[in-house]
C-alpha cells in the first residue's frame, strides 16, 4: 500500500493555527473517505477528524468541533486539516490515512491504510 506523507506541523503558541497537509502519491482513491488521526505521548492513536470521497461531508471529534476543518483536492492527491484555535492538549503526531467510514458518535472510524511518518504538532502554553 502507498503511504501518504503529513507535512505543515511545527510549534506553534496557544491560539495560534496550523494547516496541515497529507500528500498520498499517485493517485488518491476519489471513493474512500480519508481521515486525520493523532497520538500524544504515551497516548493511544485517537480520530481527529473524516472526510468522503468529494469533500461534501466530515465528521469531527467532538474536541476538535468548531477548531479543526478537514478537505480534500482529489485533483492534487491531497488531504488538508486547519487547525485554529490550537491548545496545549492538540500537541501530537498527526496522521492521516484512508477510512472504512466516516464514522458515528457510537462506532469511530477505523483506519484502512498504511500510516506515514506523520507530522508533529507542539502547542506551547
Known amino acids: 500500500q502507498v503511504q501518504p506523507v503529513e507535512s505543515g506541523g511545527g510549534l506553534v503558541q496557544a491560539g495560534g493555527s496550523l494547516r496541515l497537509s497529507c500528500a498520498v502519491p499517485g493517485r488518491i482513491s476519489s471513493a474512500k473517505p480519508m481521515g486525520w488521526f493523532r497520538q500524544a505521548p504515551g497516548k493511544e492513536r485517537e480520530f481527529v477528524a473524516t472526510i468522503n470521497w468529494n469533500g461534501g461531508t466530515t465528521y469531527y471529534a467532538d474536541f476538535v468541533k468548531g477548531r479543526f476543518t478537514i478537505s480534500r483536492d482529489n485533483t492534487k492527491n491531497t488531504v488538508y486539516l486547519q487547525m485554529n484555535s490550537l491548545k496545549p492538549e492538540d500537541t501530537a503526531v498527526y496522521y492521516c490515512?484512508?477510512?472504512?467510514?466516516?464514522?458515528?458518535?457510537?462506532?469511530?472510524?477505523?483506519?484502512?491504510?498504511?500510516w506515514g511518518q506523520g507530522t508533529q504538532v507542539t502547542v506551547s502554553s
Open positions: 490515512t484512508e477510512v472504512f467510514s466516516l464514522g458515528t458518535s457510537r462506532i469511530p472510524p477505523a483506519p484502512s491504510g498504511s
